[in-house]
C-alpha cells in the first residue's frame, strides 16, 4: 500500500517589508484581517479582541500610539441576528399577573406600620422622660417651698422681687389673722418645728359625759356611693342653719365648767387647730381664758365672717399657693369661702333629709334657735385624762365635738359618720391632677394630691373624726361645672375611710398631737388668771403667747351683740 505524500505548503516571505504580500489575483476575494502594532509577538490568538493593558503611568500609551485594539479583529465576530425574533417560549400558559394598586396599597400599609412603631416608640420614651423629669421637678420644688417656708415665707424675697417667690403671681406677705397692738406682751414664743418631736403617750379614748348629747343625726343615702365622673350629680343648695357657737357661750359647757367636769375646755375644731399647728401655713388665732384654775380655749367675734379657725383653706400647703388676696375669684378668701359653702351643701345633700333620722339623748342643743331650724349637725360632749399639769393636779380635758350623720354596716349596726367633701377649683393653678380624667381610674393618686396640697385641713377633719368617736369619714369630691365660675358645682365621685387607719396613712401620729396641745396647755397654766392670745405668725413657724387688756375684743362683740338686738326689734 502507497503511503500518501507529505507537502509544505508555499510560504509567501516579503522580503521589501513588514507584513503580508499585496494581494494577488488568486487571493482577491479573500478579507484582510486588520492587524494592530500593539498585538504582542508570541500570542498565539486574542480571544477578546481588547488590549489595553500596556500603559505607560497613567496614560494609554498604546491607544495613543497605535490607535486603539477594541476595534481589531471584529470582522469575523458573530453577530446574532434576528435571534428575539426566532425566540419563542417553551411553555405556553398564561403569566400570572398581579394587580399593581393592590402590591401599592400592601407597601403602604407595611410603610405606615413601620412609621407607626417608630412613633410609638419616640412616644413612650419622650413620655418616660417626661415624667421622670416632673417627678424630678416637683421634688425639686418641695424642696425649695420647704426651705422658703422655714426661712419665713416670701417677706424677705418680696423685698427684692414683684412678689415673692414666682414674681408678680405671689403677695410680697401675708397678713396676721389679727393686727397685734403695741400694748399687747409677748409672754412665750413656741416654735413650731420642736413640736414634731413632742409625744404624750398612753392617751385613752374619751368617755361621753352623761347624756350631754344633742341632734338629730339624718341616714345616709347609700346611692351616693355610685356616682362617678361620667354619671355625675350637680350639688344642690341645701337650706340649714351653721352654728359656730364659741367656747365661752356655749351653755352646756358653762353648765360643765360650774359643776366640776374638767378643768380645760374647747371644741374639737378649736383643739384640732392647735394640735396640727406644725401643719398650718397660714395665720390663725385662738382666745385662751384663765378663770381661777380653769382654762377656756375661745375663738374672736368676726360677726359675719368665718373666724381663721373655722375656715377651710384651699392648697394652703401646696407649692403653687393661690394669692393671698386679690383681685379674681381664685384668691385664697374666696376659695376659703367657696369650700365652706361646698361643705355644708355636700353634708346635707348625701342624707336623707325627708326621712326620720336617728335622734340622740336629746333632740336639741340648748344654743339651737327652734324657729331657725335644724343645722343637720349632732352634738356630744366627751372628756379625757392628759395626766398631771404643771400644778401637780390632773388636766381633765372637755371637748364638744360633732357628727354629721349615721349609716347602717355591714352587721346592721348603727355607724357615725364624718362628712367633710374636697373641692377642685383649676388644676392647672392648684398643682393638683385634673379629676375629670383621674378620678375613676386613679382615685389613690388624687388622694395623696389633696392631702399633700391641703395638709393641714386634712389633719383638722381627722382629728375632729377621732375626738368625736366617729366610726368612718364620707370623703366627696366637688368640682366646678366650669373653672371661671363659682356658682355651679357637680359630685364626681365619694369615698369612705376610717378614721384611726387615715390618720396613719397621713402620716398624723395621735402620740404627737396629744403631746403639742399638752405643751399648749402648760404654757397657759403657767400664766396667772387673765385673758391671752395664742397667734400663729404668718411668715414663721412660731406660736407666740400674747398678754392681752382687759377688754380687747369687747367691743367688737358689744356691737355685734347691739346689732342683732336691734334687728330683733325692727321685726
Known sequence: MALPNFELLSLSDNASGWGPLSPTSSQDSIPFQQYNKADRIGRVADWIGVDRFYRRGNERYNERMYGSAANAGSQFDYIHGMDDH???????????????????????????KMMQKENDKRELANQSQNMKMKRSIAKEQQRAFKMWQRRGGNARQGQRGQGGRFG???????????QVRPEWSVLEEMNLSAFSKLALPNIHDGEDIGDHQYGILQYYEKSMDRITVK????????AGVYYNVTTTEDTVIQELAQSGVGN????????????????????WDIVAYRIGDKLFFDKRNTKDILNPVETLTVSETSSETPPFDGTGINNAKDLSTEAFYINQNFRRQVVRRNEDGYKLKHPRAPFEEEEAGESGTAYKYRKWNLGNGVNGKPVELVVRTELDGVM?????ELQTLTIKAFNEWDSSQSGGVDWRTKLDSQKGAVMATEIKNNSAKVAKWTLQAVLAGSDTMKLGYVSRVSTRSTQNHVILGTQYVKPTEFASNIALNMDNCWGILRCVIDACMKQKPGKYLLMKDPQSAVIRLYQLPEGTFESDRESSDDENSDDDDDQ
Not at 426566532?86 to 400592601?106: A, E, M, T
Open 86 to 112: 426566532n425566540f419563542q417560549l417553551v411553555d405556553s400558559s398564561k403569566p400570572l399577573q398581579r394587580n399593581p394598586q393592590r402590591n401599592f396599597r400592601v407597601r403602604q400599609m407595611h410603610i405606615r
Open 168 to 178: 408678680g403671681d405671689r403677695p410680697k406677705e401675708r397678713l396676721p389673722s389679727v
Open 231 to 238: 354619671n355625675s350629680v350637680p350639688l344642690q343648695r341645701c
Open 264 to 283: 380645760v375646755f374647747g371644741t374639737d375644731i378649736i383643739l384640732a387647730t392647735l394640735m396640727t399647728a406644725p401643719r398650718s401655713v397660714y395665720s
Open 408 to 412: 347602717i354596716g355591714p352587721q346592721s
